[in-house]
């Protein structure tokens, strides 16, 4: 009775709401006002769904609502937001590439390694200065299997992963964008991009450990969001006057 009231429960909520509790994700262009229900009904969540297997990825309220948020901002009311979110996690098939064997050493034996890599956010929002933004996340985790004996003689297998956060943010200016290059370089553990033409492409990239909790991520995203908007003049909108 308990799981059949959180169901009729989940059934209330708003259709993305429910995509992310039971499908994991969604893809869908919305309107910059469309999010707001979105975004309130995610907040209720936890008030009502308890059980494990319906319970939302820490990384909707951690990271996915603040850059709607952050976003939603700087877009005008008929802006469209388009979002594309993947919370299954790296373990799902389809995100797993082959396995390769790795020599022996030492107590290890029969060492394979695999690499997933796991896209979990895009996000692209029309703003209201005329240009694009267009947020990636992407995980890149490194696995690996291996039988180790230990000192009783005992064979034992353990897997071990390592998780690298990419992070890529790309900004598309109006065709009559004022342009002008940052007084100064980004710091070194940014990598910027800058492609010229009819509009001008500023893409910045950065990767992170994976140790990284939702906040310090949220944090870092909104540092390699900063580098394309330095591009423009600041305190003036992204368009050229006529």
Known sequence: MFWRKQKAA????????????????????????????????LAGHDAV????????????PGVF??????????????????????MRG?????????????PNRG?????QQWYAFDPWLRMRAELRDGSVVELELIDRVRNRSYNKRS??????????????HLVRVTRRLAKDAAVQRPPSPPPGWL????????????RASA???????????????????????????PGTAARRTK
């Open 10 to 41: 989940i059934g209330r909520f708003h259709p993305l709401h429910k995509a992310l509790t039971l499908e994991k994700g969604f893809s869908v262009s919305l309107r910059r006002d469309d999010w707001e229900p979105v975004i309130q009904s």
């Open 49 to 60: 769904v308890k059980r494990r297997k319906w319970r939302l990825s820490e990384r909707v």
């Open 65 to 86: 609502v603040p850059m709607l948020r952050v976003l939603a901002a700087d877009m005008p009311p008929e802006g469209v937001l388009s979002v594309a979110a993947d």
């Open 90 to 102: 790296p373990t799902v098939p389809e995100k797993n590439g082959p396995k390769q064997a790795l």
């Open 107 to 111: 107590q290890i034996s029969s060492m």
């Open 151 to 164: 000192a009783s003689g005992k064979l034992k297998m353990k897997h071990k992963t390592k998780t690298v």
């Open 191 to 202: 990598r910027v991009q800058v492609k010229e033409g009819k509009r001008l492409v500023i």
């Open 207 to 233: 990767r992170f450990p994976g140790t990284l909790e939702n906040q310090a991520m949220t944090d870092r995203i909104l540092q390699v969001s900063t580098e394309p908007f330095r591009w423009t003049p």
